[in-house]
């Protein structure tokens, strides 16, 4: 095999392998961005009755930032934490995470205050 002849093969070989590596990666790529973020909430649970006028949203997420009410929360670790002031009546409480491709979860938490 002439010198040429090698550098096509090698250069054939190297293209396969680039393609071969490429695809491989784009199989969990996908799946990766596309998947919603995580949010969970720990507090408060949904439907709490409480006479207090604030309640400690706390919970975890994936997401480098979570909203409640359009208001940012700092996330630590993977945890956020924040007080939230309420209203007399029914406070709707939303959280929101979003991710890059902006997709969103908002689990919807309803708080009532005692009269």
Request: proline share 9%; net charge positive; with cysteine.
């Amino acid at each position: 095999m002439n010198q040429k002849s090698r550098a096509s093969s090698a250069l054939v070989l190297s293209a396969a392998v680039l393609l071969i590596l490429l695809a491989a990666g784009c199989n969990h790529a996908p799946s990766r961005v596309l998947k919603p973020p995580k949010l969970e909430i720990a507090e408060p649970l949904s439907g709490l009755v409480t006479p207090s006028s604030s309640v400690i949203i706390r919970g975890a997420t994936d997401q480098s930032e979570v909203w409640v009410r359009n208001m940012p929360l700092p996330v630590k670790n993977g945890t956020f934490y924040a007080e939230y002031q309420l209203t007399p009546g029914q406070n709707e409480i939303i959280v929101e995470a979003g991710n890059a491709v902006g997709t969103t979860t908002m689990p919807l938490l309803v708080t009532r205050r005692s009269p």
